[in-house]
């Protein structure tokens, strides 16, 4: 039971222009989201993260939405660089502040190939 | 910081050998993990330890095995390696919960069992 979805594969957008990378979940009990970037041959970096009480959190040109209702999570990249380029990765946790974790707390979508064109 | 390091890059196994994976951060993390990635998926867990001295097992953790006697490493045991095990694997860390919940990773370990 995938728990945490990514239903795009790929995203492909011309420099300049907007990224929207989507990210749906079922569990309403998840408290914490981020995203992730990772190039090829190298692991996921860190890119923002938003609380399950806020539902914009913004840094630099990325900005993450919560849409809590409907379980929805988008990563806007505004801007879009060429650098950009990459597999972009959302996770939910769960109760991240308990003092513990498990497999069921700590959940990865699928991944999203951007490619952002010249 | 050098952050989150892993040995080897790549490694080719034939069925039935076993290997080790070694991961090491100086970020002084007491929360380690190991994941697996197979191509199209996303990051399944297979171990974790929330200190030295403490593992607890992840999603997939059959046909794995996991130690933490520092805080420094945390080496993965690959034993009897099957064609299954062929993924790419990734060590992360973390703060402690209520210091920030983004992991950082390791630049990963190809393993190919043939």
């Known amino acids: 039971d995938q728990q945490v979805k990514q239903n795009s594969p790929s995203l492909s957008v011309q420099e300049g222009r907007i990224s929207i990378l989507n990210c749906d979940y079922t569990?309403?009990?998840?408290?914490?989201f981020l995203w992730y970037k990772k190039y090829p041959a190298e692991g996921p970096t860190f890119l923002i993260s938003?609380?399950?009480?806020?539902d914009k959190n913004e840094d630099g040109r990325f900005t993450v939405f919560l849409n809590k209702s409907a379980k929805h999570l988008s990563l806007h990249i505004v801007p879009s660089q060429p650098g950009d380029s990459a597999v972009y990765f959302c996770?939910?946790?769960?109760?991240?502040?308990?003092?513990?974790?498990?497999?069921?707390?700590?959940?990865f979508g699928q991944g999203t190939i951007l490619t952002v064109h010249p | 910081n050098a952050g989150v390091t892993q040995t080897p890059k790549f490694r080719i196994l034939k069925i039935g050998q076993s290997m080790t994976l070694q991961c090491t951060q100086d970020?002084?993390?007491?929360?380690m993990y190991w994941y697996r990635q197979d191509p199209g998926m996303g990051l399944k867990l297979i171990y974790y330890?929330?200190?030295?001295?403490?593992?607890d097992k992840g999603e997939v953790p059959n046909g794995y095995n996991v130690s933490r006697s520092t805080t420094e490493d945390f080496p993965l045991r690959l034993e009897l390696a099957a064609p299954s095990q062929t993924s790419v694997y990734f060590c992360?860390?973390?703060?402690?919960?209520?210091?920030?919940?983004?992991?950082?990773f390791g630049p990963g370990t190809r393993l190919t069992v043939t």
């Open positions: 330890s929330v200190g030295a001295g403490i593992t």
């Open positions: 970020m002084n993390h007491n929360y």
């Open positions: 996770e939910a946790i769960l109760d991240h502040n308990a003092g513990g974790t498990s497999y069921g707390k700590l959940t």
């Open positions: 992360a860390s973390s703060h402690s919960p209520g210091q920030g919940p983004e992991q950082y």
């Open positions: 938003i609380s399950s009480i806020k």
């Open positions: 569990n309403s009990m998840f408290d914490y």
